[in-house]
Each structure stands twice: as C-alpha cells, then as structure tokens.
T-cell receptor
Framework: AQRVTQPEKLLSVFKGAPVELKCNYS??????LFWYVQYSRQRLQLLLRHISRESIKGFTADLNKGETSFHLKKPFAQEEDSAMYYC????????????FGTGTRLQVTL | GAGVSQSPRYKVAKRGQDVALRCDPI?????LFWYQQALGQGPEFLTYFQNEAQLDKSGLPSDRFFAERPEGSVSTLKIQRTQQEDSAVYLC??????????????FGPGTRLTVT
C-alpha cells in the first residue's frame, strides 16, 4: 500500500527565509506525486505535480526516486505562503484515489 | 463556473443518529471521490464513483457508511448509527476522466460532522 510521510507538523520560518517541506513516500510502482495546499478558510487545491516540473507561486518540488522523497521548496518565503501543505500520491490511472500525508502547517512570520 | 459544493457545511449529530451528506460535483465531471479527514490528519479515501457506478469502496470504514450517486451527478454519503469516531470533515472531490494522463481533482469545502 502507498504511504506518504510528512515528518513536520509545523514549520515556522521568517519572511524571506528559504522553505523546505519534507515528504517521503513508499510506493512500488512509478508514483504520481503532488503537493496540495489549503489556505485559511479555503478549500484544498492542487499546488503542483511532479510530472509537470512547473514552478507555482515560486515553489518547486523534485522527485528523488533514490531517496523516495518529494520535498517542496521555495527560496524566499512570503507571508501569503502561510497555509497547510499536503503531499499526496496517486496510483496509476487518471481516476485514482489520492493518498495524503498528515500535512505540514507552514507559518511565515515577519 | 461553480466549483464543487457540499451541504450541510456543519452537522452535529447525537450518537446513534443517521446523517446524510450531499456533494454537488462540477458539471460534466464524471469522477467523484469522498474523503474523510480526521482532526490533525490528511484526507483519507472512502469511495469513488465513475458516473453512477461505485467502482471502489475499499476505504469505507464500516458497513454503517454508504454512498450513492444514482444519476451520475449529485452524490450522498450516508452514515448510519453515528459514533464519536465518525467525527471528521468529509470532503468530496470531482474530476474529468478520459484519455489524458492526469485530471485534477477539485475539492469541495467539506462537511464538518461532530458526533456528540
């Protein structure tokens, strides 16, 4: 079974500092990996997926198959980045369930 | 257009009561998912529909949980004889399905169920 681990419940950084939200996964096949974000009083939404290799709102995430990691990074944190971040995997197939980690709350302070 | 909507947004039930949670997916979205999110946890998969067919119900925690989508659009998640451990946020998500490699799941705002 798939498993997603986010070791930090809370990550507090100063504005302008680098951010790294950790995610490790266990999956026997070729994983589809995602980061979802939930801002205060908003619904869960997709931030980025590994296969697109995009940078969204300054965030990037690289899939490291050797370390089975998919850490989310941003060089300079902004106040508006404060939110709950969830790493998720999806089994093969376009209409498959997502398996989420427990989430990390990112708090960006002045 | 409108996103996924869910009702009610909040529900308080006494232990032993039955509840029904509604999800209105985005128009035209064939796939519909239900997730349960307990406090301090990530969402956990409950069940999946493609149109009116329930293709996966492996995540339903007990036979007290039942979901339906009779006309392939609106879905209802029913919980019978609610227990305190059923207290959670219930999320609905919908997506397209087809030949593309990936279709984004769009989430609703959730229904917060509190069982007292």
């Amino acid at each position: 079974a798939q498993r997603v681990t986010q070791p930090e419940k809370l990550l507090s950084v100063f504005k302008g500092a680098p951010v790294e939200l950790k995610c490790n996964y266990s999956y026997s096949g070729s994983p589809e990996l995602f980061w979802y974000v939930q801002y205060s009083r908003q619904r869960l939404q997709l931030l980025l997926r590994h296969i697109s290799r995009e940078s969204i709102k300054g965030f990037t995430a690289d899939l490291n198959k050797g370390e089975t990691s998919f850490h989310l990074k941003k060089p300079f944190a902004q106040e508006e980045d404060s939110a709950m971040y969830y790493c998720a995997t999806q089994e093969g197939g376009t209409a498959s369930k997502l398996t989420f980690g427990t989430g990390t709350r990112l708090q960006v302070t002045l | 257009g409108a996103g996924v909507s869910q009702s009610p947004r909040y529900k308080v039930a006494k232990r032993g009561q039955d509840v029904a949670l509604r999800c209105d997916p985005i128009s035209g979205h064939v796939s519909l998912f239900w997730y349960q999110q307990a406090l301090g946890q990530g969402p956990e998969f409950l069940t999946y529909f493609q149109n009116e067919a329930q293709l996966d119900k492996s995540g339903l925690p007990s036979d007290r949980f039942f979901a339906e989508r009779p006309e392939g659009s609106v879905s209802t998640l029913k919980i019978q004889r609610t227990q305190q451990e059923d207290s959670a946020v219930y999320l609905c998500a919908s997506s397209l399905v087809g030949l593309a490699a990936f279709y984004e799941q769009y989430f609703g705002p959730g229904t917060r169920l509190t069982v007292t």
